[in-house]
């Protein structure tokens, strides 16, 4: 299936120069599963810090949809 | 032990007399608070009696230093500012950005207090020893922008001036202090303390430095620690979009809080979002020795503002059903040239909109209207009208007019912008803070949303966050440092201290102090008579489920709150009533 990628924070880097990134992800897949697929594993990231499924935050082990769109943030400090 | 890095004077104005002495700093106090926050505290608890009236004159205000200002360690630009809160009745100290602490300690003074109060408007020039004394008549009822231009003009830049508008004039309890034109001490009606002494303005220059014992060690280490630690990536975003990034951020994990406190979601974030914002800005603005310039100067028609920030963004914005970033940044400028704090004023105008929309009275402002939100604005600050029912936050207005349930502040403090039932932590967070709701004690929103480390919709284990986070807050701003600097940490925070004072200082040393601090704020509400049952937050939290978002239909157990505060009174010491005993008092 195919979802939408979008990374916020300094994990920007890690999709350097794209909004967003359409990418073919394995259906039923976890928000981990899919990082994984455009070569990101949370927990290599010290910083890493929360998923987005379609506008609401979720679980790193929450399943996709066909279509959903999938934001991952860095950490955020201070306020 | 004499420690180098503080200038070891203290500068007492008595604004009654007009007279002004300097004593030496107590040196035990500094070593036990640091500086800041922490001293600022200690020495109020010394100096105050018990029950006076905030706006008397045995208030005091404290403009406070600590011994990293003046140096080139990076977000050390910052000035504490505290007295006895007239909105809450507990201890208040805020923090404001700009140049006035480091002014102030080039002056030559770790601290000045000022007493008493003037009996006709003035205003006070310390430059380096010389203390004056000036008629304030032409300026008294100048809005604060009016004031500092005036002023600046007249003795140039090299001074900083802190200054209060009309809502500081007429004693308001949502009144701030500015400074640099768009830096703020804003909680608690510290404006209105200034306001009591008569004090309309203070102006500042110092022409000496700061001692270290070995200048080019300590500026070369600080160097390096600028450059691996603050100027790092992590950071990036202080500068890049400052605190709007977290408008996104909120808005995704289900706090971004809407229409006063009943819902968690904006659908149209990202119409006045950190993009948007971009369009309107003029260029980046930075505090004295700031590292990362956070401030986001922007130009919207008439409006000139340093901001606005997340806060006021929120509180102007999607509180009030307003879609507007020219809005945003109108009230902004509005609220900072009126002396008044934007979170209150902002939480105060959606409280009184929702009284309106349920019909219980009408204060003449309502869900989506701009116009009026700005006008009622200078009716608060000038008490007039309808206004006049608004001037002094939530609190006073909602035991008057009813709503008591959705008048959303904690002692008197109205909430920030983080919404509570999408982030359990944050309603203890609220309630246990020492000057009433205050997302800058312990900002558990960090762990249970923006790190996803502990789960935002339960109770359990929160008092052991809401301790760390607090420790690690009260000694950071004991020390003076920018919170947006969010990558430091107890090691650095050491190192640096170890190098320009000359004295040891450890990891566990911080730790100690930052709890040291907050217990030494507890003990002077404690004092005021203050226990567990005012560590309260409004029923709408155990009553109304939260609309929209991920956070969508939450809502919180009295009993799990309180066990939040049971848990946090257990790690701190304190007995069941929230109560420090006397063996923990004796240590402060």
Partial sequence: MKIKITMRGTLKKYMPGEEYRIVEVPDNCTCDEALQCIGMNYREIPRFGFVVRNGKRCFIYDRLEEGDELKAWSQVSGG | ?588
């Fill in chain 2, 1 to 588: 032990m004499i420690m180098s890095a503080y200038q070891n004077k203290v500068l007492r104005i008595d604004c009654t007399k007009q007279e002004t002495r300097t004593e030496p700093l107590n040196m035990e106090f500094a070593e036990k608070y640091v500086g800041s926050k922490g001293l600022a505290i200690r020495y109020m608890y010394e100096d105050m009696k018990p029950g006076i009236d905030p706006l008397g004159p045995e208030n005091n205000l404290y403009l406070t230093t600590g011994p990293m200002t003046g140096t080139p360690i990076p977000c050390s630009g910052k000035l504490s500012v505290a007295a006895k809160s007239p909105a809450t009745g507990t201890m208040n100290d805020c923090s404001i950005g700009g140049h006035a602490g480091i002014r102030l300690k080039f002056a030559g003074y770790d601290m000045v207090v000022f007493e008493g109060q003037m009996d006709k408007p003035t205003y006070i020039v310390i430059e380096d020893d010389k203390i004056s004394f000036h008629d304030a008549a032409d300026l008294w009822g100048k809005t604060s922008h009016e004031a500092e231009k005036a002023l600046i003009e007249e003795y140039g830049t090299e001074f900083s001036c802190l200054s209060i508008g009309p809502a500081g004039e007429n004693l308001n309890n949502i009144s701030c202090i500015n400074s640099d034109y768009y830096r703020q001490a804003g909680r608690g009606g510290i404006g209105a303390v200034m306001g009591s002494k008569k004090i309309k303005a203070i102006l500042i220059k110092g022409t000496q430095g700061v001692k270290v014992p070995n200048i080019k060690e300590t500026t070369d280490r600080i160097l390096e620690i600028f450059h691996e630690n603050c100027l790092s990536e992590d950071n990036e975003f202080v500068f890049d979009e400052g605190t709007y990034a977290f408008l996104e951020a909120c808005n995704d994990g289900g706090i971004l809080p809407a229409h006063n406190f009943s819902a968690a979601t904006d659908v149209n974030w990202d119409k006045y979002n950190g993009a948007v914002m971009k369009k309107y800005r003029l260029g980046k603005r930075g505090c004295g020795s700031c590292g990362l310039g956070c401030g986001n100067f922007m130009k919207v028609g008439d409006a000139i503002v340093e901001g606005p920030e997340y806060e006021t963004t929120a509180a102007s914005g999607p509180q009030c059903d307003i879609v507007s970033i020219e809005h945003n940044v109108r009230f902004n400028q509005v609220v900072d040239d009126l002396g008044m704090d934007s979170i209150s004023a902002g939480v105060t105008v959606a409280w009184a909109m929702e009284m309106a929309e349920k019909g219980i009275h009408d204060f003449g402002v309502h869900f989506g209207n701009e116009e009026e939100m700005i006008n009622i604005l200078y009716d608060m600050a000038y008490r007039r009208g309808e206004g006049a029912e608004l001037a002094d936050g939530v609190k006073v207005a909602s035991e008057k007019w009813g709503g008591t349930d959705f008048a959303m502040h904690s002692k008197g403090l109205e909430f920030p912008q983080y919404e509570p039932r999408g982030s359990f932590g944050m309603a203890a967070s609220y309630a246990v803070s020492d000057r009433g709701a205050c997302h800058m004690r312990s900002y558990t929103a960090n762990e249970e949303v923006f790190e996803a480390s502990c789960p935002p919709y339960t109770h359990e284990g929160k008092g052991q966050v809401l301790y760390d986070l607090g420790e690690f807050n009260a000694i950071k701003f004991s020390c003076c440092l920018c919170d947006l600097w969010g990558t430091v940490d107890y090691a650095i925070m050491a190192e640096l201290l170890t190098l320009i004072t000359g004295k040891e200082w450890t990891e566990e040393d911080m730790s100690t102090v930052g709890r040291r601090v907050l217990n030494i704020g507890r003990a002077f509400n404690q004092r005021e008579g203050f226990t567990r049952e005012h560590d309260t937050v409004p029923e709408r939290l155990f009553k109304d489920p939260l609309k929209g978002g991920p956070a969508d239909g939450q809502v919180m157990t009295k009993e799990g709150f309180q066990d939040m505060l049971s848990q946090y009174y257990e790690i701190m010491g304190w007995d069941e009533n929230g109560c420090l005993p006397q063996e923990l008092i004796d240590t402060l």
